[in-house]
């Protein structure tokens, strides 16, 4: 399974931007597909998920301003960036499973292919 992120930048603050995650290597529309991000200094956290039916759940901190969309028939998973914060400044990267069920769905532990990571900076 390969994943290929893209789509990150440089954005004031209140900007947005719009994140692809193309998978290869795999049936996509059965799993989880997850973006995680990590800034500097800071460990790798949870940034929202979207399961294979198509409900989505996010982390705390984005939630009401990012949101994720999938395209089955791409295989490619998009996460949509409004409102950006510096504090939203970090590599961002997709994450996939081959597990169906079971849980640490919201930790890295959970997941074992992983996307390169594209950078977001968001300015003051």
């Known amino acids: 399974v390969q994943l290929q992120a893209s789509g990150g930048g440089l954005v004031q603050a209140g900007g947005s931007l719009r994140l692809s995650c193309a998978a290869s290597g795999r049936t996509f529309s059965s799993h989880a597909m997850t973006w995680f991000r990590q800034a500097p200094g800071r460990e790798r956290e949870f940034v929202g998920i979207s399961w294979s039916g198509g409900s989505t759940d996010y982390a705390d901190s984005v939630k009401g301003r990012f949101t994720i969309s999938r395209d089955n028939s791409k295989n490619t998973v998009y996460l949509q960036m409004n409102s950006l914060k510096p504090a939203d400044t970090a590599v961002y990267c997709c994450?996939?499973?081959?597990?169906?069920?079971?849980?640490?769905?919201?930790?890295?532990?959970?997941?074992?292919?992983w996307g390169q990571g594209t950078q977001v900076t968001v300015s003051s």
């Open positions: 994450a996939t499973t081959s597990r169906l069920a079971g849980s640490n769905w919201y930790s890295v532990h959970g997941y074992e292919y």
